[in-house]
Nanobody
């Protein structure tokens, strides 16, 4: 059974940091490119960060460049999103996604940035 389970979300003040994790099971993690996406109320889901399966190359949405870092640990079947200097506009539900021939999504974790 395929599972992607996100964690690490919560309420944080502007300027704060959070580290999201997505633990996967049910498929060969190392074959899959992984990405984080987010969706704020009333808005389209958008790509935040992406990491390839082999080289580990990364790319980011312009809005998070220099603040967010995506990484993966293939031994732990986990992808991370380190989020620093958080802004209120980062408030959204964050989802991890796995891509390799098929696409899998997690259920998401809520991030709220507010004072």
């Amino acid at each position: 059974q395929v599972q992607l389970v996100e964690s690490g979300g919560g309420l944080v003040q502007p300027g704060g940091s959070l580290r999201l994790s997505c633990v996967v099971s049910g498929f060969t993690f190392g074959y899959f490119a992984m990405s984080w996406h987010r969706q704020a109320p009333g808005k389209e889901r958008e790509l935040v960060a992406h990491i390839t399966s082999t080289s580990g190359s990364t790319n980011y949405a312009d809005s998070v460049k220099g603040r967010f870092t995506i990484s993966r640990d293939n031994a732990k079947n986990t992808v991370y999103l380190q989020m620093n200097s958080l802004k209120p506009e980062d408030t959204a539900r964050y989802y991890c996604k796995a891509d390799y021939l098929l696409t899998y999504w997690g259920q998401g974790t809520q991030v709220t940035v507010s004072s």
